[in-house]
Nanobody
Framework: QVQLVESGGGLVPAGGSLRLSCVFS????????MAWFRQAPGKEREFVAV????????YYADSVKGRFTISRDNGKNTVYLQMNSLKPEDTAVYYC????????????????????WGQGTQVTVSS
């Protein structure tokens, strides 16, 4: 049974930084692309960032490009999201997600194509 557990959320002032972590268990972590999504109150879940199985390919939403960095440590079965220069509009529940399709399939930003999700961690950026 695949499980994803996020941590690292919290309250931070605008301009601050946070690092989110997501620990994966239940399958071979290094085989799968991992992504971060977020959902603000009253809004749909939106794509933030994705990284392929090896870490050699990444893709970011325009809204976070240059401020957020996705990374992974396959030895620790963990994916990270480093968030810098945070803005109030970054306030949301952040979710990590695992894409269990074969490793060479093209990276996707579509939430419905991800197979497993964490429970989410709240990030609040004060103005």
């Amino acid at each position: 049974q695949v499980q994803l557990v996020e941590s690292g959320g919290g309250l931070v002032p605008a301009g601050g930084s946070l690092r989110l972590s997501c620990v994966f268990s239940g399958r071979t972590f290094s085989s799968y692309a991992m992504a971060w999504f977020r959902q603000a109150p009253g809004k749909e879940r939106e794509f933030v960032a994705v990284m392929n199985w090896s870490g050699s390919s990444t893709y970011y939403a325009d809204s976070v490009k240059g401020r957020f960095t996705i990374s992974r440590d396959n030895g620790k079965n963990t994916v990270y999201l480093q968030m810098n220069s945070l803005k109030p509009e970054d306030t949301a529940v952040y979710y990590c997600a695992a894409d269990l399709r074969p490793p060479r399939v093209r990276l996707t930003t579509t939430a419905s194509e991800y197979d497993y999700w964490g429970q989410g961690t709240q990030v609040t950026v004060s103005s």
